[in-house]
């Protein structure tokens, strides 16, 4: 029977989805099952990992019996994932010990202090890449083992795993324990120049080695699995925003692009070398495909598309982030209302773990379309900030910016961020280039596709979207966005 198929496994924040691309790398089905965001404490996150997998499992079900294909006719299958949210399992049974602890989780702020205070940041950087911030795996890992009775004795005699999602979901399909260099760069925990877990910040960090996964290339079959009803390989392992760049095929040095999820996350392919950021950005592994490892610059932005998330289920404002855009679009401005929504801290370039969210220039004439307008904005402002960092880290100015995730359907979200940054903003003709890339990734590990000069065929630009606001506009409304950005780091 002939392979007619790949299949991305992309797990998310707030959802688990899977598509399957053809040949050509179009779309023959999409499946997407959302489940429950966990919340114990103010800025605590998480997820309870077995939930993960069966609602990962179904959308694959799902996906195959939607386009009528059968399991025998998938060449491989690529696993893309929310980075840094941690998982730590029984290596007997494959039972969880406590809930997965997502990225945005804020619990080990004062653990990541201490570090800091301890002199360990520039050491941290020179050897990860990283800052020392919640965000990352490391000390996710460290609360775990202490807070888990009998825990951190466990892991030291071998009876744990720790992983990040794509871990956790490659133990489930196969029973390998492994990761890849993307995920592996985002733990605190990895020497991206030796490309090994670093013994020296394992022992800071306090994680004993005898949990940590093998690390291998992104593109590489890991095993097979029967979960499909035929074997199929487990091809590809990447951080979903990493997979991103290689879907968007930006496999040439300064080649960016923007992923509007739940967070936003910039990135720029900087090739064989890794560049070290003076502006608040991260060094950070692209990929290793072909015996060849690729670095990227980074910018997070923790809250993206969440903020649309909150105006619906929080606040009752729209009833769907759909509704976000027209209700935008029926006031010409925000009426100088700005909304940081910094409700997890505030990421690159501030890495500020303690600011908040706010609201500011409120009048008696705000209503709700300014505030949601005001929301929108954020997000292309946050990502504009991060932007200009990249281009001064890495002395390239960046002609054009390429876009995918969910809320890059907006259009107003897409026209504010050209008018924002001046530049043309170009989204693909799929918004789905995380599993896009985790399928290139995949297709290359089996030869379902011959080389990358065959992918960059394989996408097309959907819609360019050109600037129009002038010098002195845009310098206005950057300023009001960084006094209102002073305001959430002064709460």
């Known amino acids: 029977m002939s392979k007619r198929y790949i299949l991305a496994m992309d797990q998310g924040t707030t959802s688990s989805r899977s598509v399957l691309f053809d040949e050509s790398a179009r779309i023959a089905a999409v499946a997407a099952e959302e489940f429950e965001q966990i919340y114990p404490q103010p800025g605590w996150v998480e997820h309870d990992p077995e939930a993960i997998w069966n609602t990962q499992l179904e959308t694959a079900r799902r996906v195959l019996r939607e386009a009528n294909v059968r399991p025998d006719e998938i ?21 969880p010990i406590y809930n997965a602890i997502v990225w945005q989780c804020r619990r080990t702020t004062e653990a990541c202090e201490r570090l800091s205070a301890a002199g360990l940041a520039d050491e941290v950087r020179q050897r990860t890449g990283l800052v020392i911030d919640a965000y990352f795996s490391g000390t996710k890992a460290v609360w775990i083992l202490d807070h888990v009775p009998g825990a951190r004795a466990r892991a030291e005699r071998g009876e744990l795993c720790f992983g990040t999602i794509d871990s956790w979901l490659l133990y489930k399909l196969t029973g390998q324990h492994a990761t890849d260099v993307s995920n592996a760069s985002r733990t605190l925990l990895f020497n991206i120049h030796g490309l090994d877990w670093d ?6 960090v306090g994680v004993p080695r005898a949990i940590m996964p093998s690390v291998g290339p992104s593109s590489h079959v890991y095993g097979t699995t029967k979960v499909l009803g035929a074997d199929v390989p487990v091809a590809a392992l990447c951080g979903d925003q990493q997979s991103a760049l290689f879907g968007q095929t930006a496999f040439n040095i300064g080649d960016c692009k923007n992923t509007y999820g739940t967070g936003c996350f910039l990135l720029m392919n900087t090739g064989a070398n890794p560049v070290e950021s003076r502006h608040g950005l991260l060094t950070t592994l692209a990929w290793s495909v072909d015996g060849k ?19 619906r289920d929080e606040l009752g404002l729209i009833a769907s982030a759909e509704e976000s855009e027209a209700l935008a679009l029926s006031v010409p401005d925000s009426g100088g209302v700005r909304l940081v929504p ?3 801290g505030l990421g690159a370039p501030h890495w500020d773990m303690r600011a908040r969210g706010v609201i500011t220039g409120l009048t008696r004439g705000a209503n709700r379309a300014h505030i949601v307008r005001a929301a929108l ?9 991060v932007l200009r ?18 809320a890059a359907r907006n259009d107003f979200l897409l026209q504010h961020q050209a008018d924002v940054l001046g530049i043309p903003v170009l989204r693909g003709r799929t918004s789905e280039s995380t599993a896009l890339g985790a399928a290139f990734l995949a297709g290359l590990a089996v030869e379902f596709w011959p080389g990358r000069a065959q992918l960059s065929q394989l996408t097309a630009t959907e819609r360019v979207f050109e600037p129009s606001w002038n010098t002195n506009r845009r310098e206005s409304e950057v300023n009001s966005w960084h006094r209102a950005v002073t305001c959430a780091r002064s709460v």
């Open 75 to 95: 060449a491989a299958i690529g696993v893309t994932n929310q980075r840094e949210t941690t998982v730590i399992w029984e290596r007997a049974t494959g039972r």
């Open 199 to 204: 013994d020296v910040l394992l022992g800071h």
């Open 293 to 311: 490892v690729d670095y990227a610059l980074e910018g997070s932005v923790f809250i993206g598309g969440a903020v649309i998330q909150w105006l």
């Open 342 to 344: 910094a409700f997890v």
């Open 377 to 385: 904005e954020s997000i292309s402002f946050q990502s504009a900030d």
């Open 389 to 406: 960092c990249m281009e001064a880290d890495s002395g390239q100015t960046i002609r054009a910016l390429r876009v995918d995730g969910g």
